[in-house]
């Protein structure tokens, strides 16, 4: 996230009934790395980059900026859920001056499957809608991405647009903020 405004960053680990949120360390580069070299991972996100490029680009400590939060299991990275802002020149968006935050996670294949992702996502949603009430986030996804379709629903995201990015039809939906009553 290239702003987080006011909001203080990293924020303390959080931890789920599974997993701890935390920021980036040392010795999750190689889970970086792996993320982004992964035909399996990358397939909805352009395609995997050469691990030799990744093995001279990654610094030291990755994911080390405002928004990126490793999912950790037992202290090994397994995934990254992201809020960064989406950007003015990007399709889809629910403000007039866009900037929306934009959810986003990768996850090592071997994590699929156990609900981590959803237990993370929503983990980091809970922090950003106290970090930033009132906000809404964005989430887009390609249409042929079933699985994160379903986790987009689960997680209370509706769709907004459906759009051509990328070579391929994206769906785009926002999660509202939960406005107190009463």
């Known amino acids: 996230m290239t702003e987080l405004g006011p909001v203080a960053w990293p924020p303390a680990p959080m931890e789920t009934e599974r997993l701890v949120l935390r920021p980036s360390a040392a010795r999750d580069r190689a889970a970086f790395i792996e993320l982004f070299a992964s035909s399996e991972v990358r397939t909805h996100l352009g395609g995997p980059r050469p691990r030799e490029e990744l093995e001279r680009a ?38 007039p001056d866009a900037g929306e935050a934009e959810l986003g996670y990768m996850f090592l294949p071997e994590a ?27 989430l887009c996804t390609q249409t042929a991405n079933h699985r994160a379709l379903r ?32």
């Open 112 to 138: 699929w499957g156990r609900g981590y992702a959803a237990e993370a996502c929503a983990a980091a949603l809970a922090w950003f809608a106290d970090a930033l009430p009132g906000e809404p986030v964005v």
């Open 58 to 95: 990654v610094p030291e400590v990755p994911g080390r900026r405002p928004g990126v939060f490793v999912v950790d299991v037992d202290g090994a990275m397994i995934g990254t859920v992201s809020l960064d802002r989406r950007g003015a020149e990007r399709p889809g968006h629910v403000l």
């Open 151 to 182: 986790l987009a629903q689960k997680l209370g995201f509706t769709e907004v647009e459906r759009f051509e990015e990328y070579g391929a039809e994206q769906w785009f939906g926002v999660r509202s903020p939960v406005t107190p009553s009463g």
